[in-house]
């Protein structure tokens, strides 16, 4: 019994032995496409008097087995606007997938409006690379502090001699620090972290709506420093999304209006930011209407986007466009003929609160577990003034939390 024991152990480790040798003869290596995917988790957008630069970083699919370079190439940026670290030659070392590099202004001056430019990968010295998408990247001309009136200028001076408030500080061309924290549910499909930082620059001015007792603010030109932001989010909801993109009456108003993604323009602002000078605090809060047009409290942002604009031109003109409208008995589609306004109603837009205005932002709207929900405040002191603030979009899956922080000029 102590042999056939014996036996019986030499035989499973022979067969142990077996499987080890035929598993040693198998390659787990991965041999497809090493793809290059390059993101920015920077505020894309740039302007021509910036010091800001906006770091790109390059991954990789698996790790290179020796020194690989990839070469970028920039388009719209014939004339040198932009300048790119290296050359836009990026080296990945051995055993690395990852890699990071520049691109800054290099302040000449040279444009008078927005403009879009695209990078791309050009080249590479591992063939087994291929591109995985481009990265839109904007160019905005300097920006500039704004100018007051002498109306404001009083009221400002007012100010100073009746509480002590320099609002000069809070004036002009301001840097924030910008944290957004993702909802749970939206990482893996609107994002890839929990977290993103990033730089900014608001244009501040006084509002039209101040009083020599009320000092109030209005942002005209990138508010909370979120503009890019919000234009990614409004992309990812609309021409980015799968169901939407594919949408025919979708189609058929992209075409009616012409749409260039690369030449349209969306700006933000947002105004009646009142400081209360004794509770040190910022009233920032609106009443806006969401997608369902329901009245709900958040921070109200005023939107302009060329190609609604040109769309709800046509909704005012009484313009109509033709959709497929069923199939005929050759299974072909039947075209009809609708009023623009009446597309809008029935949901074919692009109009930005659509999908940037969602649910209030007093309470909790969501109510997850555990919660993603942040009491909205705004706050300042000698330093700064900051913002935290709930925000969602129509396909998100809860709160995306907000927190900006701005230095006082001095």
Not at 47 to 75: G, K, M
Request: net charge negative; glycine share 6%.
């Amino acid at each position: 019994m102590r042999y056939n024991y014996y036996y019986l152990c030499l035989y499973v480790l022979f067969l142990l032995g077996l499987v080890t040798s035929c598993s040693n003869d198998i390659d787990y290596t991965y041999k497809g496409s090493n793809y290059i995917q390059i993101s920015t988790a920077d505020d894309p957008a740039i302007a021509e008097n910036d010091d800001r630069p906006v770091t790109v970083d390059v991954l990789l699919a698996t790790a290179v087995e020796t020194d690989a370079t990839i070469h970028f190439e920039l388009s719209g940026n014939e004339d040198g606007v932009l300048n790119m670290e290296n050359d836009g030659s990026v080296l990945i070392k051995a055993g690395e997938k990852k890699a990071s590099f520049k691109i800054a202004s290099n302040h000449k001056g040279l444009i008078k409006a927005q403009r879009s430019m695209t990078l791309k990968v050009k080249d590479y010295t591992d063939p087994r690379m291929q591109a995985w998408r481009d990265l839109k990247l904007i160019v905005k001309p300097s920006v500039e502090s704004p100018t007051l009136t002498e109306e404001q200028l009083e009221l400002i001076k007012g100010y100073k001699e009746k509480y002590g408030l320099d609002l000069n500080q809070f004036i002009g061309v301001l840097k924030c620090n910008v944290e957004i924290r993702y909802p749970e549910g939206d990482i893996g499909t609107f994002y890839d972290e929990e977290t993103r930082s990033f730089e900014g620059k608001s244009v501040i001015t006084l509002s039209d709506n101040a009083t020599a007792e009320r000092p109030i603010l209005k942002m005209i030109d990138n508010p909370m420093g979120l503009t890019s932001f919000l234009w990614e989010i409004l992309q990812k909801e609309t021409i980015e999304e799968e169901s939407w993109a594919i949408n025919e009456w979708n189609q058929c108003m992209l075409t009616a209006i012409e749409f260039d993604r690369d030449k349209e323009e969306f700006e933000v602002t947002l105004d009646n930011l009142e400081l209360l000078l004794e509770e040190r605090s910022i009233s920032f809060l609106g009443t806006v209407l969401n997608n369902y047009d329901e009245s709900i409290t958040s921070v109200p942002f005023k939107y302009s986007f060329t190609a609604w604009n040109r769309w709800k031109q046509k909704a005012d003109n009484g313009e109509k466009v033709a959709v497929p409208d069923g199939e005929g008995d050759s299974g072909n589609p039947i075209y009809t003929e609708y009023n623009v306004s009446d597309l809008i109603e029935m949901g074919t837009t692009l109009e930005p609160r659509i999908y940037l205005v969602i649910s209030t932002i007093d309470e909790d709207g969501w109510e997850n577990e555990p919660s993603d929900f942040i009491e909205p405040k705004g706050s300042f002191n000698e330093d700064t003034f900051t913002f935290q603030f709930s925000w969602d979009h129509y396909n998100s899956g809860g709160y995306t939390q907000i927190y900006v922080t701005y230095t006082l000029n001095k």
